[in-house]
Nanobody, 111 residues
Framework: QVQLVESGGGLVQAGESLRLSCAAS????????FGWYRQAPGKAREFVAT???????NYADSVKGRFTITRDNAKAMVYLQMNSLKPEDTAVYYC?????WGQGTQVTVSS
């Protein structure tokens, strides 16, 4: 059974950092690209970052230079390091691969 479980969200002040984690199970992890997406209240879900099987990364313009996506194939984990957080980063963050999504983790940034 394929499962993605996010963790690491929380409430922080603007300018602070958080690291999100995504634990994947039930798949041959190293064979897949993964992504992070987010959804703010009243808004559509939006792309944040992706990492492919060769660890090549891609970022939304809104997070470029502040967020870093990484993967650990040995642990079947994907991470999103978020620095210099802004109130507009407030959202539920989801881990994704293919058509599979985690349950999300809430990130709230206060001004």
């Amino acid at each position: 059974q394929v499962q993605l479980v996010e963790s690491g969200g929380g409430l922080v002040q603007a300018g602070e950092s958080l690291r999100l984690s995504c634990a994947a199970s039930g798949i041959a992890f190293s064979n897949y690209a993964f992504g992070w997406y987010r959804q703010a209240p009243g808004k559509a879900r939006e792309f944040v970052a992706t990492i492919n099987t060769g660890s090549r990364t891609n970022y939304a313009d809104s997070v470029k230079g502040r967020f870093t996506i990484t993967r650990d194939n040995a642990k079947a984990m994907v991470y999103l390091q978020m620095n210099s957080l802004k109130p507009e980063d407030t959202a539920v963050y989801y881990c994704q691969f293919g058509y599979n999504w985690g349950q999300g983790t809430q990130v709230t940034v206060s001004s």
